[in-house]
């Protein structure tokens, strides 16, 4: 079984920088209450701010007793960068506004505070265009587990951040045969990024515990190497470290792998026929993780939604679904996402006839919505009507003559499909509308053909 899923953070750090279209640029805080302390620049993905976090934990401690050890994180995704509030006791503003337990997009020249007192000025800097040198890059992280009698299976990070979680599929997959193993785990125990290239794994305040070689993680981010033993919440999620990079070639468009990352890549290529041998693990985007991070999916949801980010929306709440499928804000909140993203494109799909592209518009709705009940209940209706519209069109109209037999069983079958579930058809149509008032002449045009179709007789001694 293949399961996908996957954060990151220092000053002057160095890794590919950020972009905004084709424009690279870094992150710069410039410091406005307390000058003397410095500029500071972001290169990484995944910026910490925290007092134990550099440059911080550097500071005089008057400057820094108002941060938490896990204040606030700056993150960048798709050209655009966020902040997002970790809980803090004394909070985040931005521009004067608290964003505590929010994610906030950050522009040039915004505003930052964190605490009462430790403020900064945000600056996108373009950088110029250079060719990174060649290095032997990190393609994958293997955790094995130590105890094979248990039944755990290898671990595969392909890409960073990744999130160790009892709702990940990664470690739920075993509550029934180890329920209360499962439970020692936390929502958010720790998570494993990447900085300038390397792997750390930072505890994220978990009950039970973060362990490196027998000894218990405090707040500080520790680098990983090969054959480090991590445990996560005791002695039972015992995996070895295992890293896997590419050699560093002359040739740019050549890429050869190492002995262990070919290894692993055969491992995976054998699993890949073979059942749960083997957890994958893909990265599902910075923004999606932080949503799961600062645990407040629906609060940031509601946020897409009225910005009008229906797309990013719909991935969101599906990536959510999966940890927490019983969630019926999620569902609810997923359910317009993906309504308001797709249903006007498949109606101008309808209307122009296009209706093997309409069908696979839904398909891709389906697939992204699987788990979302709420969602492919409508989608079935819209399959149902996009049925109607297809047959009408295939006959020249909806009160065409009946010209054959095969006709005549056609127009039955959708009638009985009506027919069969009135009351379940228009409930689904007032809903689809309320979410994109413009339905409402699809469903009229519906009910129109519905009427001249059942006036075509049908029944009249063409069965």
């Known amino acids: 079984m293949i399961a996908q899923r996957n954060m990151a953070s220092d000053q002057a750090l160095v890794a590919e920088p950020h972009a905004i279209g084709d424009q690279r640029f870094s992150i710069v805080l410039k410091p406005l209450s307390h000058a003397e302390l410095g500029d500071i620049r972001i290169d990484e993905v995944v910026f910490a701010i925290g007092r134990s976090e550099v440059p911080f934990d550097s500071y005089a401690p008057p400057i820094i007793a108002d941060l938490s050890h896990r204040h ?27 964003v505590q337990q929010k994610i906030t997009r950050l522009r040039d020249g915004d505003e930052i505070c964190f605490g009462k007192a430790l403020s900064y000025r945000v600056q996108l800097c373009p950088r ?11 393609i994958s992280l293997t ?41 020692y785990l936390s929502r958010r125990h720790p998570h494993i990024f990447l900085k300038s290239d390397a792997p750390f794994i930072e505890d994220l305040g978990s009950t039970n515990g973060t362990f490196i ?32 990079r590419e050699n560093a070639v002359a040739d740019p468009t050549v890429t050869k792998f190492s002995a262990p990352a070919a290894a692993a890549a055969a491992a995976a290529a054998s699993h890949a026929g073979d059942g749960d041998k083997t957890t994958f693990v893909a990265a599902v985007g910075v923004l999606a993780f932080a949503l799961f991070y600062s645990g407040a999916p629906e609060r940031e949801l509601k946020a897409l939604l009225e910005n009008g980010e229906y797309g990013r929306a ?12 019983d969630n019926a804000q999620l569902k609810a909140l997923g359910t317009e996402a993906s309504l308001k993203a797709n ?23 389906k697939k992204l919505g699987g788990h979302n009940p709420d969602l492919q209940a409508l989608l079935k209706e819209l399959e149902w009507a996009g049925n ?3 047959l009408v069109s295939a006959r020249g109209g ?29 409930r689904a149509f007032v809903m689809l509308s309320s979410y994109v008032p413009a339905f409402k002449d699809t469903y009229a045009e519906a009910l129109s053909h519905l009427r001249k179709l059942a006036l075509t007789g049908w029944s009249g001694g063409n069965e």
């Open 128 to 138: 110029a265009q250079q060719r990174p040198a060649r290095t032997a890059k990190l």
């Open 143 to 183: 955790l094995t587990p130590e105890r094979g009698e248990l039944g755990l299976q290898p671990i595969v990070v392909t890409q960073f951040p990744f999130l160790i979680s009892k709702a990940d599929e990664a470690f739920s997959r075993y509550r029934d045969d180890h329920p209360q193993q499962v439970n």
């Open 72 to 98: 606030a994180r700056i993150f960048s995704e798709y050209g655009a960068v966020y902040i997002a509030d970790m809980d803090s006791k004394n909070g985040t503003t931005v521009n004067r506004v608290d």
């Open 343 to 365: 249903l006007p494109q498949w109606m101008a799909m309808l209307k122009a006839r296009q209706f093997d592209r309409a069908a696979a518009l839904l398909a891709g709705m």
């Open 388 to 390: 109607l519209e297809r």
């Open 314 to 325: 719909a991935v969101l709440a599906s990536r959510a679904l999966e940890r927490d499928p």
């Open 398 to 426: 909806a009160d065409a003559p009946i010209r054959s037999p095969d006709d005549a069983a056609k127009i039955k079958a959708i009638l009985r499909q009506w027919d069969e579930d009135t009351q379940g058809h228009q």
């Open 213 to 244: 070689g027998g000894n218990r993680l405090d707040e500080h981010a520790i680098a990983l190497k090969d054959g480090d033993i991590l445990a996560f919440g005791g002695h039972h999620f015992v995996y070895q470290v295992s890293l896997q």
